[in-house]
Structure formats: structure tokens, C-alpha cells
T-cell receptor, first 114, second 113 residues
């Protein structure tokens, strides 16, 4: 068990560019979550997958954001036409589907918009 | 909407003292309450959790208590050490929300030698 891994760790881009992040969950976990964390705040829920199905999206997830989990394993989060306000840490977490199992987080991708 | 409030936002203690962080939640149907520790630049790390059918849980120097009636839960750290210094987040599962976590704003704990 190597834990949840995220790539890249840091991303710096100019406003208006598109960015894509990847999350590899713990291998036996079929639940996958994306959260966003800004400085001095707790993580905020963005979206949730059970296997390949995206079952819930937060109102925080504007139409510029899209997430996929095509084979029920890794997931990608894409932000189109990035804005200054998108600067944040994007965290991925995974858990087992059995009951209220703990969510384990990755190290996150820190996005900085110039 | 549903939210979790966490207090205090900062906490400074001397090594060896106890630290207590308190959270309240609004969704009375919430039934799972984890606590995460986040060091600077690192991932939130689960340190302890409690389910609504239990009033207290302890793991070495860390304990969590839950008062379902008052919708309060607290983290207690005894015999604090400098390596306990970090930001601590409480969270609650939103009922009917596919187990998504609602986090408090965090408590920055500083343990001074």
C-alpha cells in the first residue's frame, strides 16, 4: 500500500490556461474524492466517484471544472480557462465503500495562477 | 448549509501540557467524526475518528469525545510534545452525502519546549 498519490505536486500557470491533475487512489479503494484547500482553511468538497461513476458535485465546481475516473482507478481533474481564484491546494482522497471507512488523503497539487 | 465550527483557531501550550480542540456540527444525522493533523506542506493525516454509537475513544495520548445531544465533539491531546505542533482539522460526514466530509477551519497548535 503506497497510499494516495497525486501528480504534479506543484503547478504554476498563467491565467487562462488549462491544467489537469491526476490522482491514483489506494488500490483497493473504490471511493475517490476531490477537495480544494485554500490557505488557512479546511478542505472543501468538490466531487465524489464510486468506481467510475461521478455521483456528486459541489456547487463550487463551476463548468470550467471537470473530473473523470474512466476505469474506476485513477482520476483526473481538469480546470479550463484558469482564474486567479483557482489558486489553491487540490487534494484527492480515497476510501473503501464498506461503511464509513476513513478517507486517506494524497499530498495534493498546489496550483498557482500568475 | 451544513457546517462544522472549530475552536480555537490557534492554541499555544507548553510541552507536557494538555491541549483541547472543540467542534460543533449542525447536521444532527451526522454519524462519523474524524480528526486530521496537517503539517506544513503535507497531506492531512487521519489521527483518530469516532462514530456516533460511541461516546469516547482513546489512542495513547489522543482522545476524542462526542456529545450527540449537544452536537459537540472534542480532541484531547495529553503530554504534548513539540512534534504535535501542526494544524488540526475536525470533520463530520454529511448524512446522505456519499460520505463527503465537511471540515472545520482548523486549529493551529504550537507546543513550546
Amino acid at each position: 500500500d503506497t497510499g494516495v498519490s497525486q501528480d504534479p505536486r506543484h503547478k504554476i500557470t498563467k491565467r487562462g490556461q488549462n491544467v489537469t491533475f491526476r490522482c491514483d487512489p489506494i488500490s483497493e479503494h473504490n471511493r475517490l474524492y476531490w477537495y480544494r484547500q485554500t490557505l488557512g482553511q479546511g478542505p472543501e468538497f468538490l466531487t465524489y466517484f464510486q468506481n467510475e461513476a461521478q455521483l456528486e458535485k459541489s456547487r463550487l465546481l463551476s463548468d470550467r471544472f471537470s473530473a473523470e475516473r474512466p476505469k474506476g482507478s485513477f482520476s483526473t481533474l481538469e480546470i479550463q480557462r484558469t482564474e486567479q481564484g483557482d489558486s489553491a491546494m487540490y487534494l484527492c482522497a480515497s476510501s473503501s465503500v464498506q461503511g464509513d471507512q476513513p478517507q486517506h488523503f494524497g499530498d495534493g497539487t498546489r496550483l498557482s495562477i500568475l | 448549509g451544513e457546517n462544522v465550527e472549530q475552536h480555537p483557531s490557534t492554541l499555544s501550550v507548553q510541552e507536557g501540557d494538555s491541549a483541547v480542540i472543540k467542534c460543533t456540527y449542525s447536521d444532527s444525522a451526522s454519524n462519523y467524526f474524524p480528526w486530521y493533523k496537517q503539517e506544513l506542506g503535507k497531506r492531512p493525516q487521519l489521527i483518530i475518528d469516532i462514530r456516533s454509537n460511541v461516546g469516547e475513544k482513546k489512542d495513547q495520548r489522543i482522545a476524542v469525545t462526542l456529545n450527540k445531544t449537544a452536537k459537540h465533539f472534542s480532541l484531547h491531546i495529553t503530554e504534548t510534545q513539540p512534534e504535535d505542533s501542526a494544524v488540526y482539522f475536525c470533520a463530520a460526514i454529511l448524512s446522505g452525502g456519499y460520505n463527503k466530509l465537511i471540515f472545520g477551519a482548523g486549529t493551529r497548535l504550537a507546543v513550546h519546549p
